[in-house]
C-alpha cells in the first residue's frame, strides 16, 4: 500500500499509485483566529477523514491584516469575519502600504500553525501552507471592492505596482518561513482576479503576473504547490505561466475548461471534481459517491487529485457522511477511531 506522500508524488507526476490521493477544506471561522484552535480543527479533520494531504485553511484575512487592514470575528463558525477598516482604500493608505509590513503576528501565527500541523501529522501526509496572490490581498485591503481595486490599478499604477510589489515580497518571505516550517509547498490562490471578464489576460500580465512570480518564486524550494484559480472564465494561460505542480480550479463555474482538458494541454497535474456546495454540503453520500466517480472516469485517475474545485462552503455543515464518501470513492474505508 502506497502512503499519501506517495499518492500525491505520483499524480504531480501525471500517474497514480495505488489509487487517486484525495483531501477536501474549508473555513471554520470561529476557529480561525488562535492558533491552537486552528491546529487542532486542521488535525482532526485529517486524521477523522483519512485525507492523503491537507491544505491549512489559514484566517483569510491575515495577509492582508499584515498591512493594516481589520477585520473581528463574527462570532460562528459558518459566517466571515466582519470589517472593521480595509486598510486600502485610499491614495494615502496605498502609500503606507509601499512602505512594507504593518504587523507581522498575523502571518507569524499561521507559520507556527503549519508547524505544529506538520509536527502532528508527520512526514507521510504532505501540507500546503495558503499564500493569496499580491492581487487578491490589495482585493481584500480595498474590503474586497473590485471595481475600487481595479479603479486604483487605473488611476495610480505607479502606486499601487510599488504597493504590491511590497505585498510580493512579504509573501515570498512567508512562503520560506513556511516551507522551513516543514509544509510540502503552498497552495496559491488567485482569486477574484483570474476571471477573464474582470481582468482580461493582457491586462494581469502586466498589472499582477510579475508580482505574483515575486511572490511563488519561494515555492521552488518546495516539491508540491498547487495554482488556485478561482471563479468563473479563468485565465487557463496563468497555468503554464506560474511555476506550480498541479492545478485547482471549479470546473462548475461558467466557462471553465474540464479537468483532462488542462492536465492534457499543460501537462500538469490537476485537483478538483466536486463543487464547492452541491452535493458535498447540500446532497447525499451517494450524490457526493457519484460525482466523484465521474470525475475518476474523466481522468482515469492519472495525475488527479481528487479534491473540490474550492473550499467547501460552509465546511462546518458539510455532513461527515459526505466528505466519508468523497474519500470512499479513490477505495479508503473511514479509520477506526
Known amino acids: 500500500m502506497s502512503t499519501s506522500r506517495e499518492r500525491v508524488a505520483a499524480a504531480l507526476a501525471l500517474d497514480r499509485a495505488d489509487r487517486p490521493p484525495v483531501s477536501a477544506w474549508g473555513h471554520t471561522y470561529d476557529r480561525e483566529w488562535a492558533g491552537d484552535s486552528l491546529v487542532e480543527t486542521t488535525v482532526a479533520g485529517a486524521r477523522s477523514f483519512g485525507f492523503d494531504f491537507v491544505k491549512l485553511q489559514i484566517r483569510a484575512t ?17 459566517a466571515e469575519p466582519v470589517l472593521e477598516r480595509g486598510g486600502g482604500t485610499s491614495v494615502e493608505d496605498w502609500r503606507r502600504i509601499a512602505g512594507g509590513l504593518s504587523a507581522r503576528e498575523p502571518l507569524e501565527m499561521q507559520v507556527e500553525v503549519i508547524r505544529r500541523v506538520v509536527e502532528e501529522l508527520g512526514p507521510d501526509l504532505p501540507c500546503l501552507q495558503t499564500v493569496f496572490s499580491p492581487g487578491m490581498v490589495a ?25 504590491m510589489a511590497k505585498i510580493a515580497l512579504a509573501l515570498a518571505s512567508f ?88 492536465r492534457d494541454r499543460f501537462g500538469r497535474a490537476v485537483a478538483g471534481g466536486l463543487h ?51 474519500v470512499g470513492a479513490v477505495g479508503v474505508s473511514r479509520p477506526l477511531p
Open 175 to 262: 512562503t520560506q518561513d513556511s516551507l522551513a516550517a516543514g509544509a510540502a509547498g503552498v497552495f496559491y490562490a488567485v482569486n477574484p482576479l483570474a476571471d477573464t471578464a474582470l481582468v482580461a489576460p493582457s491586462d494581469y500580465a502586466t498589472c499582477f503576473l510579475p508580482h505574483d512570480r515575486t511572490a511563488i518564486e519561494a515555492a521552488s524550494e518546495g516539491w508540491f504547490t498547487m495554482l488556485h484559480l478561482c471563479g468563473p472564465r479563468i485565465d487557463v494561460g496563468l497555468v503554464d505561466r506560474l511555476p506550480t505542480e498541479c492545478v485547482n480550479w471549479s470546473t462548475h463555474d461558467e466557462g471553465n475548461p474540464s479537468l483532462a482538458e488542462v
Open 62 to 78: 491575515c495577509f492582508a491584516e499584515a498591512f493594516g487592514a481589520r477585520w473581528r470575528p463574527s462570532g460562528s463558525a459558518q
Open 276 to 326: 464547492r456546495r452541491a452535493p458535498i454540503v447540500t446532497g447525499t453520500p451517494e450524490q457526493v459517491r457519484a460525482e466523484a466517480l465521474a470525475a475518476l472516469e474523466e481522468t482515469g485517475g492519472l495525475g488527479h487529485l481528487l479534491t473540490p474545485g474550492c473550499s467547501v462552503s460552509p465546511w462546518p455543515a458539510a455532513p461527515p457522511g459526505n466528505v466519508e464518501a468523497l
Open 139 to 163: 482585493w481584500y485591503l480595498t474590503g474586497r471592492d473590485t471595481a475600487l481595486l481595479l479603479r486604483l490599478v487605473r488611476d495610480e499604477p505607479d502606486l499601487l505596482r510599488a504597493g
